[in-house]
């Protein structure tokens, strides 16, 4: 029996549990948008509008939403092998190879790679495994992690407790015990008047020294950060926050475990946002554009010197105590291997750095715009801040949702974004975008743009 699309909508409102979902909005007015297919970097909605993904679904879908070569990967692995488990020592070959790709591609020499299904899973079990390498060596008591206030490292309790999300922990008895929190480096609002950016990047590095010395440097187990922050709304790390972050880890010898989620495989130009910039991570976190999308999948890579260190509990349990039905899968492999010859086929490198000029200058030009306060992105990877008064850089009454309005209004048009309190709007398009649907895009963004302010401008 067919049943018809209003039908559905009520299905979903009446019996679908969404995540990062206002509940009792959904459950009075059904999904935000129905999503029936996708080209390219548009989606189809079950109104028959299409809009440009301006988000990428969830900074995921770097080939866009249609891709003969990844379903004819993923059909011809269901057909030979649709499942196999990597538990007690089984294996299957696409996931041996892709283990060996991905060490042979990482920015610094990573040695070992164990796969998971999703970002979350990933970051769960890297705490795990450092906390068992301090166990093994000794020094049960470094269990701290340090991570940054608005990063999103993920859902699982652990995951979610690295992450500085408040509305995910409050109401869940979370954070764990253990997990520390620094300052987003969001220059433009956080910096006191005059300071320049090495300045407030040097004041970053010293809260976080500060973190350690108050905690106990040999409590430290690790810490945990994007090369550009994503959860926040795409905070690009002001000048010279690297390196004095780096040489604080250095300082207090502190594992540093750079998550790759969202910047890994060319969203910021480079193929890890480890090489943009110039970081020397002692693992890391990839997911999402592993396989474009087309399949649930993440991995950890991380240093023999860890592995061995592994390998002592695993003589002491009889196994590695850690491990996902899923995890491994051979659908998820032959599509991950399929994508990363696509990325190398297509030049996706210098495609992005390419489209990525007319992207930023773009963006950038939206600064004229009254309601834009600060712009700052790089590669397919830009945040967008909406102020009141950009002079004295005050946000607007959060009350007026300002951010969620140029979202609505964009989406009205066509462009699907996604807006991030407070009032800043995080645009990474798929990575296959060209010059034209840039500038499409961006069109769409100015008139989102200018609606919202013809609304606002007497409250201004
Ligand atoms: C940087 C980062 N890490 C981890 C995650 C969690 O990934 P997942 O939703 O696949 O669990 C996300 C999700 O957006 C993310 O952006």
Request: with cysteine; hydrophobic share 40%; net charge negative.
């Amino acid at each position: 029996m067919a049943i018809d699309q209003t039908d559905i909508r009520d299905l979903d409102r009446t019996r679908h549990v969404h995540g990062q979902t206002d509940m009792r909005a959904h459950h009075r007015n059904g999904p935000a948008a129905m999503v029936v297919s996708g080209n390219g970097v548009r989606i189809r909605t079950d109104d028959g509008r299409e809009l440009i993904d301006g988000f990428s679904g969830l900074g995921c879908v770097s080939l866009g939403y249609h891709n003969d070569r990844l379903a004819d990967a993923a059909k011809a692995q269901m057909d030979t092998l649709p499942y196999a488990p990597t538990f007690y020592g089984r294996s299957h070959p696409k996931i041996a190879v892709l283990a060996e790709r991905l060490c042979k591609m990482a920015a610094v020499p990573f040695d070992k790679v164990m796969f998971q299904c999703s970002g979350s899973e990933a970051n769960d079990a890297m705490i795990k495994f450092i906390w068992a390498r301090n166990i093994a060596r000794d020094e049960p008591k470094r269990r701290k992690l340090i991570s940054r206030w608005r990063g999103y490292y993920g859902n699982t309790v652990a995951a979610v407790s690295l992450s500085g999300q408040p509305h995910m922990h409050a109401n869940f008895g979370l954070p764990m015990d253990d997990f520390l929190k620094l300052s987003t480096p969001n220059y433009y609002l956080a910096s006191t008047d005059g300071e320049t950016e090495e300045e407030f990047s040097a004041r970053m590095a010293q809260e976080f020294e500060d973190c350690i010395l108050d905690a106990g440097p040999d409590t430290i187990a690790a810490f945990f950060a994007e090369p550009m922050q994503s959860g926040g709304g795409a905070i690009r790390p002001p000048q010279g926050y690297w390196p004095a972050m780096q040489a604080v880890m250095r300082k207090y010898g502190i594992h540093f475990h750079v998550d790759e989620t969202v910047c890994g495989f060319g969203r910021t130009g480079e193929m890890w946002g480890a090489q943009k910039f110039g970081l020397e991570p002692d693992s890391t976190t990839c997911a999402k554009a592993l396989t474009a999308a087309f399949f649930p999948m993440s991995a950890i890579m991380f240093k023999d010197e860890l592995f061995k260190d592994l390998m002592k509990n695993s003589d002491e349990a009889g196994v590695l105590g850690h491990g996902f039905t899923y995890a491994g899968h051979p659908v998820g492999a032959a599509v991950a291997l399929e994508a990363l010859n696509i990325y190398d086929e297509m030049d996706l490198l210098g495609h992005v750095r390419r489209v990525s000029v007319p992207f930023l200058e773009g963006c950038e030009a939206l600064m004229e715009h009254p309601l834009v306060g600060d712009v700052r992105g790089v590669g397919l990877f830009c945040g967008i801040q909406l102020v009141r008064d950009k002079d004295a850089r005050t946000l607007w009454d959060p009350s007026l949702k300002v951010g969620a309005m140029v979202q609505d209004l964009a989406h009205k048009y066509g462009l699907y974004l996604r807006s991030i309190q407070p009032d800043r709007i995080s645009f990474m398009p798929p990575l296959i975008i060209n010059e034209d649907e840039v500038a499409e895009a961006q069109g769409i963004l100015k008139t989102a743009l200018d609606e919202a302010w013809v609304r606002l401008k007497d409250t201004a």
